[in-house]
């Protein structure tokens, strides 16, 4: 009786000790996630930032407004992914910071970061069309 203790006991403490394990290699995926994004972003931004200096090859400045306005409206979306918190500076000195981590589960979070990586993409995407 003691023995199906001890073992259901080191079965517990096993399975609970592979978690910490599983979520943080899903909160690297996560990340690495999160800093592709990032990359996607700060080169739209560039990108948008150099088409509004060009007055004859830019696509519509309509257009290059719209664009601005929804990468900004992303980066309030934004998330941090717990652990990895820091602050991003952009080319230009102007700091951004992100939303602090809403308490969700590891996957929850590689969800939010897939989706916040196939929205910026799609904007990249959208923009690239108009070239």
Same mark, same amino acid.
């Given at each position: 009786?003691?023995?199906?203790?001890?073992?259901?006991?080191?079965?517990?403490?096993?399975?609970?000790?592979?978690? @910490?394990?599983?979520?943080?290699?899903?909160?690297?995926?996560?990340?690495?996630?999160?800093?592709?994004?990032?990359?996607?972003?700060?080169?739209?931004?560039?990108?948008?930032?150099?088409?509004? =200096?060009?007055?004859?090859?830019?696509?519509? @400045?309509?257009?290059?407004?719209?664009?601005?306005?929804?990468?900004?409206?992303?980066?309030?979306?934004?998330?941090?992914?717990?652990?990895?918190?820091?602050?991003?500076?952009?080319? =230009?000195?102007?700091?951004?910071?992100?939303? @602090?981590?809403?308490?969700?589960?590891?996957?929850?979070?590689?969800?939010?970061?897939?989706?916040?990586?196939?929205?910026?993409?799609?904007?990249?995407?959208?923009?690239?069309?108009?070239?």
């Amino acid at each position: 009786m003691i023995m199906r203790y001890f073992i259901m006991a080191v079965a517990l403490f096993t399975l609970a000790g592979c978690r @910490p394990d599983q979520d943080k290699k899903t909160l690297d995926r996560a990340f690495a996630l999160h800093q592709e994004a990032m990359g996607v972003a700060e080169e739209i931004e560039q990108q948008l930032k150099a088409y509004a =200096d060009q007055a004859t090859s830019a696509p519509n @400045p309509d257009s290059v407004r719209v664009w601005l306005a929804e990468l900004e409206e992303w980066h309030e979306d934004v998330v941090e992914v717990p652990g990895y918190e820091h602050e991003h500076h952009h080319h =230009d000195g102007e700091h951004h910071h992100h939303t @602090p981590a809403p308490n969700v589960s590891a996957g929850e979070m590689l969800d939010i970061q897939q989706e916040l990586r196939r929205e910026i993409e799609a904007l990249r995407l959208r923009i690239q069309r108009q070239r």
